[in-house]
Structures are given as C-alpha cells and as structure tokens.
C-alpha cells in the first residue's frame, strides 16, 4: 500500500513539474510575441517582413524605374519638335520678294543657326538679310539636312514674328509642372501613390496619342502644359513608391541604381530620332512607349507605409500576405497582430505631425536650407536642358550627338552609384566637383568655338552628377516633419530652371559676343556649386524657437 502511495506521489510530482513546464512555455511565447510586436518600430520593420529583398521587391523596381526612360524621353523630345532646317527657300511669284535660298549663319554656336537669323531679322530688323517675312503665306520651303526631317517649325511656320512660339511651347511644358508639382504631392497624400499614378499615366498617354495629330499651334501648346503636369505627378508619385517599399538602409543605394534609367531614355529618344526624322513619327514612339509602361503599374502594389498611415489596415495586411507568400516568406497571426499595432501607432503619429506646404519656410535654418537647396536644384535643370536644347545649335547631327551624350551620362550615373554605396551622408563636396567641372567646361565651349560641341557635352556631362546626387542629399538634410514641404518648394525652382532653359536659343540671337547662351550656363552652375558649399554636411537641426517645430521634431 505503501509502495502505491509513493507512486501516486511521483506521479503527481512529475505532473506538477509537466505543468511547470508549459506554463513556462506559454509565458515564454508570450514574451516572445510580446518583443516581436514590439520590435515593428518603423517601416523598416514591416517591409522586412516581406524579405529583404526578394522577388517583389526586383519587380517592383523595375516596374517603376521603366516610367523613368518614358520621362527622359518627353523632357528632350522638343530638340525635335523645334529642329531648325538649314535653310528656307521662298517660292513666291512677287518679284519684290527674294527667291534665293537662306544664307548659313554662325551665331557662335555652330553653323546649324537658321532658326537663331530668322529671329535676328525680325527682332533686329538686319536689312543685311533677305527679306523673306513678306514672302506670302504657304510659299516658304524648308530644307534639311536630311529630306526626310520635319519640324513643327516647318509645318506651322514658326518663323520671323512666329519665331519665339517654338520656345514657348517648350516653356509652357514647364509651367505645367512647376504648377502641378505640389498638387500631386497633396493628391497622393490623399488618395495613395498607385491611384495618382495610374491616372497620370493614363493622361500622358491621351495626351501623347492626340499630339500626334495636332496641327492647331494653340491646341499643341495646351497639350504640352497637360503633358507637363502629368509629367511631374509621374515623376513624384513613382519615386515616392519606390522609398517606400525599400527599407532605409537601402533607399540610397536603390535611388541612385533607378538614375541608369534617364540615360537609357535618352538614347532610346536618339536611336528613334535617328531612323525616324519626322518628328510625328518620334511622337508615335513615345507615345507607344508611355501605353506600354502603363502595363508596368499593374505589376505595381500600393505604398503599405502608406495604407498603415491612413489607417487601412485591412488593405495593408492583404497586399503584405500576398507578397510574403509570393516572395516565399509566409506570415504568421503574431506578425499581422504586430502589423496591426504598427498602424495604429503610425497613423497616430501622422495626425499629431502633419505639416503644410510652406512649414519649411518657418524656422529661420530650415528657411535658409531650403533655398539653397532650391539655387542647387534650379542650376541644376538649367544647365542640363539649357545645353540640351543648344544642341541644334551645336551639331549637324542631333540624333547622334543626343545619342552619344546619353551614352556619356552613364559614366557620371557609375560614379555616382559608387559614391552612394560607400558614402552614408556626404555628398555635399561631390555634388560641389560636379557643379565646379560643368562651369568650367560650359565656359571653356563657348571661349572655344571649335570645340564647342564636344565641350558641351561633357558639362552636360557632369550636371547629371549633380542630378544623381542633389535630391538624395535633400532628402538627408530636411527633417522628416517638412520634407514634403520642402521638396515642394525645391521643385518648383526645378521646374523654373527647366521654363528659362528654352530662351537660351532666343537669346542668342540677341547678343554679339559668341557662346554667351554658354557662358550663362557656366555661371549659373558656379552659383550651383557655391550654394552647395553652404549647406552643412549632415541632417538640418531647428533653433526649435517655436510651437510647431517643437510639436513636429
């Protein structure tokens, strides 16, 4: 009896001890659950959920980065919308009109200035010129270099009083930009990055397909303003997708590899000029190309930093479980429970640091960070597309000068690309050697006329540095509570660069001195470089002096 009661006794001891046991491990994998729903702190922390990378994440870049080729593509296609011809022929039957052929004229520029003597004789009134403004309308002929080569210029007679129309155009592409370039953020805020995009795509498409049958110069003009607010909303809203599925750690290095993507535009515009010539025709291509990458979007998930913010969570724990599984990291209930818990704190957080457009205006340091951010960015886009659109004026082939400048971007992207992988927050003083080096060889193309044009690719050159380098070093500056705001403002001095750069074609046929649309171009990069040096080498902090600063840092 006794024997029974001493095993019953054990029994119950081992029972107790079993019992013990996983209590403990229950309370362990509590804790366990505990830390890992505390360990989702940031963004990071979600997409790394998600793998780090994974197949998505490949997709995903290239989905997005394809938009930036059709970009590259509408920014230079006006080279050829306004392609001076080499001479113009009237075939008017007046007597009182000269019948000979336009004389070739060198503005200091190249020998390729047709465009440049027909605006000097109308602005300056040279009566060293034939008079061919009164040469009756619809008898004016067009030559080329190539035959087979037309224009806008040659299908709507922008020339003589008409002149100034071809720039304006291009101008106005511009305007539409800068207007729309805070909009689109404000859009996207609101009713997320993939929906804005799609519909900027569809709208540069539309509009795309209806320039290739315009024949109204009005009706062209509002096409190209349209085709520049959607520009930007593309621009903005794909790389805004782009950060924010990529965790912090590796948005310096993915931002600069999605850079390749601009030249590669760039050449392809060149290889379509350059067996095509009619500018309807490039037109065609560009237009089937921005339909195509439309089909990319759809490959394209919502920002799920985006939906967590906004309080979506239903929608941000679908797409995160479609693309766990899909790059073969399945999740579990803890890490949708931790997701869950993630959004509340993120959309808690966003509506106690929500910021306005001009915020960055307010604090005195963040003031004058911003503005000079806005010198670099314009200087910048002007002196890229101020010497892009001077290579009518530069070359006696367009196409394969744009070709071979494209191919030359590669070299300062490759640079650049390096210099993000192994420089965490100085870029300050490689941003400054770019600007240094552009000045130097824009001012050395226009003191030297026979070298002009292989010197004006290579400032062109390294402004594309500058470009690589300039908006990731925004990003590091300005906190996170007005980078919105701050990248707001910059763009529109951005986009103010690209609206001036066209009237550097105008202006020379206005100065005397060859190579002054050069010259300009070098000292507004000098400015670019000495603005850089004045901004500090790492993240901006605030005097904090007042309440909203307090509240949002």
């Not at 029972?15 to 659950?33: D, I, Q």
Request: include cysteine; charge should be neutral; glycine fraction near 6%.
């Amino acid at each position: 009896m006794s024997d029974l009661s001493e095993k019953s006794l054990d029994a119950l001891q081992a029972g107790v001890k079993k019992l013990h046991r996983t209590a403990e491990g229950a309370t362990s994998s509590t804790r366990s659950r505990k830390c890992h729903s505390k360990a989702l702190k940031t963004s990071a922390d979600v997409l790394s959920l998600l793998g780090d990378p994974g197949r998505f994440h490949y997709m995903q870049f290239f989905a997005l980065c394809l938009q930036f080729t059709s970009l590259a593509m509408s920014d230079l296609i006006p080279i050829f919308y306004n392609l001076s011809p080499q001479s113009v022929v009237c075939r008017d039957d007046d007597p009182d009109n000269d019948h000979s052929t336009w004389p070739e004229h060198d503005a200091g520029m190249g020998s390729n200035a047709s465009q440049l003597i027909m605006e000097k004789f109308v602005f300056r009134n040279d009566t060293s010129l034939p008079n061919y403004c009164r040469c009756r309308e619809g008898a004016l002929t067009y030559i080329y270099r190539d035959n087979r080569t037309t224009s806008l210029i040659s299908e709507m007679n922008l020339v003589c009083e008409k002149a100034p129309l071809a720039s304006l155009a291009t101008t106005l592409y511009y305007v539409g930009s800068a207007l729309a370039g805070p909009f689109m953020g404000l859009l996207s805020d609101r009713h997320g990055r993939r929906p804005v995009l799609l519909l900027c795509c569809l709208a540069l498409s539309i509009v795309n397909i209806a320039t290739i049958f315009v024949t109204n110069y009005i009706l062209y003009v509002l096409l190209q303003c349209l085709s520049g607010i959607t520009r930007v909303g593309i621009y903005s809203t794909t790389f805004i997708l782009l950060m924010e599925w990529t965790p912090t750690l590796r948005r310096t290095v993915v931002a600069a590899a999605s850079e390749f993507f601009f030249p590669a535009g760039v050449m392809a515009l060149a290889v379509c000029a350059y067996y095509l010539h009619q500018w309807r025709h490039i037109q065609i291509a560009l237009a089937a190309s921005n339909s195509v990458f439309i089909l990319n979007i759809w490959f394209a998930q919502e920002s799920v930093v985006w939906l967590l913010a906004n309080g979506k969570t239903c929608a941000a724990n679908e797409t995160i479980h479609k693309i766990a599984k899909f790059n073969g990291k399945p999740l579990n209930s803890e890490d949708l429970e931790s997701v869950d818990s993630f959004a509340v704190a993120e959309a808690e957080a966003l509506t106690e640091s929500q910021s306005g457009i001009f915020d960055c205006l307010r604090d005195p340091e963040i003031r004058r960070i911003t503005l000079l951010i806005s010198v670099v960015w314009f200087a910048a886009k002007f002196g890229y597309s101020g010497l892009s659109y001077l290579i009518d004026t530069l070359s006696s082939n367009v196409a394969v000068d744009l070709l071979i400048g494209g191919s030359l971007e590669l070299i300062p992207w490759a640079i650049t690309f390096a210099i993000s992988a192994n420089l965490s927050s100085d870029k300050k003083y490689p941003i400054s050697g770019f600007f240094a080096m552009a000045a130097v060889l824009a001012i050395a193309a226009g003191a030297i006329p026979s070298w002009s044009r292989l010197l004006a690719l290579s400032s062109r050159m390294t402004i594309v540095g500058c470009l690589s380098l300039m908006f990731m070093h925004a990003a590091e500056l300005l906190p996170t509570a007005v980078r919105s705001s701050g990248f707001g403002v910059a763009m529109f001095f951005f986009m103010v660069g690209g609206m001036v750069s066209p009237q550097l074609v105008l202006l020379a046929s206005f100065v005397a001195i060859p190579g002054i649309p050069v010259f300009i171009v070098g000292g507004v990069s000098l400015l670019g470089a000495l603005a850089v040096l004045a901004l500090p080498l790492g993240p901006v902090e605030t005097t904090k002096t007042t309440t909203l600063y307090r509240r949002l840092e």
